[in-house]
């Protein structure tokens, strides 16, 4: 999976516009939440490498 890194408060902006033309994903982890934990996990589990074609992937957290 080819995360896109979610840094700045100012790149909502330029995502809600990149979202017109194709979906986007905001994942927002944490890494004290057992269910951001295993949320995680299973969308690593379960991403095919097609759905990058179909969906752009933000992450938003401490560990990358």
């Known amino acids: ?3 896109n ?3 700045e ?3 909502i902006e330029e995502i809600k ?3 017109y033309e194709k979906p ?3 994942f927002k982890h944490s890494t004290r939440c057992s269910v951001s934990s295993m949320s995680l996990d299973r969308l690593l589990r379960n991403w095919k490498v097609a759905d990058q074609e179909k969906v752009t992937p933000y ?3 401490f560990d990358f």
Do not use: D, P
Request: proline share 0%; net charge positive; aromatic share 16%.
């Open 1 to 3: 999976m080819n995360w």
């Open 24 to 26: 986007v994903l905001i």
């Open 5 to 7: 890194k979610l840094t």
């Open 9 to 11: 408060a100012t790149q």
């Open 17 to 19: 516009r990149l979202s």
């Open 59 to 61: 992450f938003f957290g």
